[in-house]
């Protein structure tokens, strides 16, 4: 087709005049084309049965990248900034939160329970460092049948002292608690560790 | 308890300089809200002051008797020492129901205790004055132990971390608690610190200790029992290096009294 590019480009530039200066073959030849074309925009191409099965099955399961090649990939570099961000992300929830840097431990509070043997008690309640010595807070159900009165608070992690008050009088320190301490008032608190 | 006169000295001048601060610098306040404007200057904890108010007002605590008591705290807080402990302290003497007079004491020796304890941490290392070990130390020498054994412990322990001096602090308490005299504390505790026990074989050596203890052993036939005499200690301590073993030491405490949440 001589001057094809010429009238392409003519053609494409949307000039009427172009389609005119076609022959009558290359008219019909450019209408075949443009048929062939819209059929490939339009055409919807339909696979043969088990075409999908087969192409999984003979896809690896996993692609073996190397370690080195994946920890690149989450550096600074290729656009990404996935440890940074997370260590970031850390750092300022540490902050927000307050994480105690000096004891070191986890915060999280734990289920202690307190006991004292009183079979004769009316009413036994615990009031410590821990619930500001309020009473009311936390009072011991009993007696069970062998006479003992328990109640279950969660505590801090920390050291905490307290007392027994029975009766609504009488406060007296754990007995089983593995320490004392004066408390400057003229009584001792037991002290518990957790 | 064996004080230099210089000690002496200057815990005389600071008690004077803060009876003095305390009582001329403040005019009573005549109301509620003038104490709490007085709290609030101080920068006080604000949850402990409510507390306090709450307690007085139900009790029918005067004014005056309020501002003995929380004076202190203010005074702790002006000073830059922790004023959480000295609340704590009223607190608990409100909710025990005793004298608020005998609590505004209390709470004194409390200030003079914090007072003491950061003057000792600050000479060993200032960056160890932090409020945890500042209270483990005031709170050592609450129940008795000596300021020179305290003095020695902090000195003993002025490479540790801020967390370990705590450890360390507490466990002079509780070995004073168990029995043990002042004097014997630093030897126990740098034994301790010489094996680079963790807080958990600290916490155990503790225990045992204090058990022995009770149990009428004397504390030199205890550090003895844990460490196997000088030589013996050291040949272990040695070879629980070379095999690469941290953990463990000596005899274990013979099972607590109460485990892990159960007293």
């Known amino acids: ?194 | 308890m064996h004080m230099s006169r210089m000690t002496r000295a200057v815990l005389l001048m600071w008690g004077v300089a803060i009876t003095v601060s305390t009582s001329a610098g403040d005019t009573v306040p005549t109301d509620w809200p003038a104490l709490q404007s007085l709290c609030e200057e101080a920068g006080l904890d604000a949850t402990p002051v409510r507390e306090i108010f709450r307690h007085c007002q139900r009790e029918r605590i005067g004014i005056g008797d309020a501002h003995a008591m929380l004076g202190w705290a203010i005074e702790a807080s002006r000073e830059e020492l922790p004023a959480r402990p000295v609340m704590a302290k009223i607190v608990e003497g409100l909710g025990k129901g005793v004298p608020p007079e005998d609590i505004a004491e209390v709470s004194r020796q409390r200030v003079r205790h914090l007072y003491r304890a950061r003057e000792i941490i600050r000479a060993a290392d200032g960056r160890l004055a932090v409020e945890p070990v500042i209270v483990a130390g005031a709170q050592a020498m609450e129940s008795g132990v000596s300021e020179d054994a305290v003095r020695v412990v902090v000195e003993a322990g002025r490479d540790s971390r801020a967390g370990d001096l705590q450890a360390l602090l507490e466990a002079g308490e509780e070995l004073y608690l168990a029995g043990f005299g002042s004097e014997d504390i630093p030897p126990m505790l740098i034994d301790c610190l010489q094996r680079r026990l963790n807080r958990v074989e600290l916490r155990r050596a503790v225990r045992y200790a204090c058990q022995q203890r009770q149990r009428g052993m004397e504390p030199r036939r205890i550090r003895q029992a844990l460490w196997g005499g000088e030589q013996g200690s050291q040949q272990q301590h040695q070879n629980r290096e070379h095999n690469g073993q941290g953990g463990g030491i000596g005899p274990g405490p013979g099972g607590p009294r109460h485990g892990r949440g159960r007293p």
């Open chain 1, 1 to 194: 087709m001589k001057g094809s590019k010429e009238h392409v480009h003519r053609m494409l530039d949307g000039d009427p005049a172009a389609s005119a200066e076609l022959s009558p073959d290359q008219t019909e030849e450019l209408a075949t084309y443009a048929k062939a074309l819209r059929g490939l925009e339009t055409a919807r191409v339909s696979v043969p049965p088990g075409f999908t099965e087969r192409v999984m099955a003979v896809l690896p399961e996993s692609i073996d990248v190397p370690w080195g090649e994946r920890i690149r990939s989450l550096w600074p570099g290729q656009g990404r900034w996935v440890i940074p961000a997370v260590a970031g992300a850390m750092a300022t929830v540490l902050c927000a939160f307050g994480v105690p840097l000096i004891t070191g431990g986890t915060n999280r509070p734990v289920e202690v329970t307190f006991e004292l043997h009183a079979p004769d008690a009316r009413s036994v309640e615990l009031i410590g460092s821990f619930n500001g010595w309020r009473r009311g807070e936390a009072a011991l159900q009993g007696p069970d049948a062998t006479g003992h009165w328990s109640v279950t608070v969660p505590l801090d992690p920390g050291r905490h002292e307290y007392l027994f008050v029975i009766d609504d009088r009488q406060m007296v320190p754990d007995p089983s608690a593995s320490l004392y301490r004066p408390d400057g008032f003229g009584r001792t608190n037991a002290v518990i560790d957790i």
